[in-house]
């Protein structure tokens, strides 16, 4: 006989691990945790880049997507594969949503992810190293976060800080506080160049536990429905070995493109889609895949003066400027952020200063181009296509080009590598440079997005089921309603702990 597992979870990523972590306290429930990517135990001999948090990981452990920002072109969209998913390979920016992000959830249905109700779980997953003390903030979580003080700022990072000064933004001790706005040091979930991934944070500490499996190299094909239940997932092992896992309860937690792909290979998502590549149809559910959700963004491109200044080996990011546009009733809708090194121009050394949008009216898609899973899904983001948006970015990117006049940042440039500023900035340049140029935050989410069940768009109710099937849970970034105005690693987790303290103080929820 197979074991069936109470919990099988799918995907070790930033919402996965923290799932794992919180329902395997209770040691009466069996965890098992599926992740296609390796599992590295010992952080002492964890590959080097998944540790350094100075620099992306982009190509050892990743899936190789791709995809199309705007209408013809393409990019490839990395995502982690490896336990600790893309937490364990990112940027370590640990920037919270604004409270207006959850109160926004909670208007559209969504009364448990309001303001109130999410800040215990985002206090509950870090230890803030430099506002222990504040409301607002958690000291004891598996998530250490720590802002560069101005000692440790690169000299352009610096500088970026006191041109925002001087073209008057205000300062901005600390981002997450819930009225932050203004420019200061990210905080960040590193620790000297360590990067605090989930797979540190949260799996470190609980993989001795023995109610709790993790099983790397374990690929997920999709979900074994059986009458009105989901029984269990069909996994395929590494050496072509497939097999199915039994449980109680399936958690998705593939990341916002992952999950629905999964869900739409297991006959739930679209019929029309579904009928095209021969797969059976067990629910119409139309939601899934759409809502795509992400932060366009668009960077101007400075030569430095002293190519000293650059070095890929130092921190890519420190700073940050949250701020709203003029006009704007989205507060904190922009940001600017100095990216301390690019790539070289005809040998020449770079840095960048990105102009991101935060609020989004655009959504994009996800569709299956085949029922293989080996083949990934076809991602179309359609950035700008709504003129708000391209207008909002647009004018984002006149403000980033006004730091590069700006002292003492202006004193740092030889010259733009990009824009070309002979082809001027007026306003329709910059809207088509925003419409044809800008490219993903590496933030998608929203594809299988949370809402009442009266809602046809909406996929999960909002303690993660299935509308259709309740020992189906999706459990990561695929179900925010919108994208939150801040990177999306924070609330990811945060999506995590509150689901995996759900299956642990209330499994009759999900029928456990
Ligand atoms: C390069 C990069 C830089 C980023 N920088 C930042 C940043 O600085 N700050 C920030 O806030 N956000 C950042 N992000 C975004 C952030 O990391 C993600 O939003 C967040 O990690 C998403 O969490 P998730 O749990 O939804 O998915 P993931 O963390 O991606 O986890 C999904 C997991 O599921 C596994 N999986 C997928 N399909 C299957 C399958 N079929 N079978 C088994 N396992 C499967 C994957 O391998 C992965 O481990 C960055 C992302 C990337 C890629």
Redesign the pocket.
Known sequence: MTKTYDIVI???????SAIASRASEDPTRDVLL????ADYPDPATTPFDLINSHN???REHD?GLGYSPTEGRSAP???????????????????RGIPEDFDEWDELGNGEWAWNKVLPAFKRLERDLDFPDADYHGDAGPISIRRYPERELLEHQHAFLESARSLGYPSCEDANAPDSEGAGPHP?NKLGRMRVS?AIGYLAPARARPNLTIEPS????RLIIEGDRCTGVE?ERDNGTIELVRGHCVVL???????P??LKRSGIGPKRELEQFGIDLIRDATGVGDNLCDHPALAVSCVAKDASIIDADQPL?QTILRYTAAGSDKRNDLQIELLSFGPNRRGRATFAIAAVLEYTFGRGFLRLASAD?HVAPIIENRFCEDDRDARRLASCFRDTLAFTKAPPLDGMIEELAFPNLKRGIDDETMLKLCKGRSSS?????GTARMGPKEDPQSVVNEYGQLHTLENVLVA???IMPSVPR????????M??EKIGEWLRTSPTIYGL
């Open positions: 799918v995907g070790a990523g930033s919402a996965g599926l992740e296609a990517g992306n990981s982009y899936w969209l990395p995502r982690g594969k490896v336990t600790g998913g893309s937490s364990a390979v990112n940027t370590t920016i640990a920037l960040m989930c374990t690929f997920v094909r996994v937690s593939a990341g916002a493109i992952m999950s792909a999964i990011i899973p935050g590496y933030h998608p989410c990561d970034a695929s801040a990177n999306t690693n924070l609330t990811s987790i999506i995590g």
